[in-house]
T-cell receptor
Framework: AQSVTQLGSHVSVSEGALVLLRCNYS??????LFWYVQYPNQGLQLLLK??????LVKGINGFEAEFKKSETSFHLTKPSAHMSDAAEYFC?????????????FGQGTRLTINP | ETGVTQTPRHLVMGMTNKKSLKCEQH?????MYWYKQSAKKPLELMFV???????ENNSVPSRFSPECPNSSHLFLHLHTLQPEDSALYLC????????????FGQGTRLTVV
């Protein structure tokens, strides 16, 4: 079964600094990987996805992630943090189910932006 | 707006009450999901429906009873819940085939008193 590990339940950066959120996966098949963002009292919104095409994936709000097979990683980055980036971020891997696929999520990383 | 709508947004219920959560999607998807999000715990997949048929029940207690009358609607019927069932319940939908992203509703914040 696939699994996802997010290193660091809390990450704090200064406004304008680099954001790096770590995600490592375990999968017996070529993975499909996703990053979602959750703002307070909201559902999950897709930031970006990797589906075996380009290894560097660009998403919304200036975020991007790089798939590294050798490291089994899919870390999320943003060059310059903005106050509005404060949220919880989830990495997920898609697992084939009986008919419909299902997403397996990491435990989430809460990102705090300091002024 | 993700195309997935959940009602109500907030619900407070006693342990002896019966209530239902509703989810509706306007994306033409055939797969729908219930997830539970508790504080300090990962998102837990509860149920998966594909073309109205339940394909996965992740060992969920019987006090949670899902219903999928058609591919656009999903319900979660609740009865005799416990305080530890208080959580954010998220509905999602996706295409029925292939490994693809899911689209989430805004969730129902449930408090059991």
């Amino acid at each position: 079964a696939q699994s996802v590990t997010q290193l660091g339940s809390h990450v704090s950066v200064s406004e304008g600094a680099l954001v790096l959120l770590r995600c490592n996966y375990s999968s017996s098949v070529p993975p499909y990987l996703f990053w979602y963002v959750q703002y307070p009292n909201q559902g999950l919104q897709l930031l970006l996805k990797y589906t075996s095409a380009a290894t560097l994936v660009k998403g919304i709000n200036g975020f991007e992630a790089e798939f590294k097979k050798s490291e089994t990683s899919f870390h999320l980055t943003k060059p310059s943090a903005h106050m509005s980036d404060a949220a919880e971020y989830f990495c997920a891997v898609s697992e084939e189910g009986q008919g419909a696929q299902k997403l397996v999520f990491g435990q989430g990383t809460r990102l705090t932006i300091n002024p | 707006e993700t195309g997935v709508t959940q009602t109500p947004r907030h619900l407070v219920m006693g342990m002896t009450n019966k209530k239902s959560l509703k989810c509706e999607q306007h994306l033409g998807h055939n797969a729908m999901y219930w997830y539970k999000q508790s504080a300090k715990k990962p998102l837990e997949l509860m149920f998966v429906y594909n073309f109205k048929e339940q394909t996965e029940n992740n060992s969920v207690p019987s006090r949670f009873s899902p219903e999928c009358p058609n591919s656009s609607h999903l319900f979660l019927h609740l009865h005799t819940l416990q305080p530890e069932d208080s959580a954010l319940y998220l509905c999602a939908s996706s295409r029925d085939r292939g490994r693809t992203e899911a689209f989430f509703g805004q969730g129902t914040r449930l408090t059991v008193v």
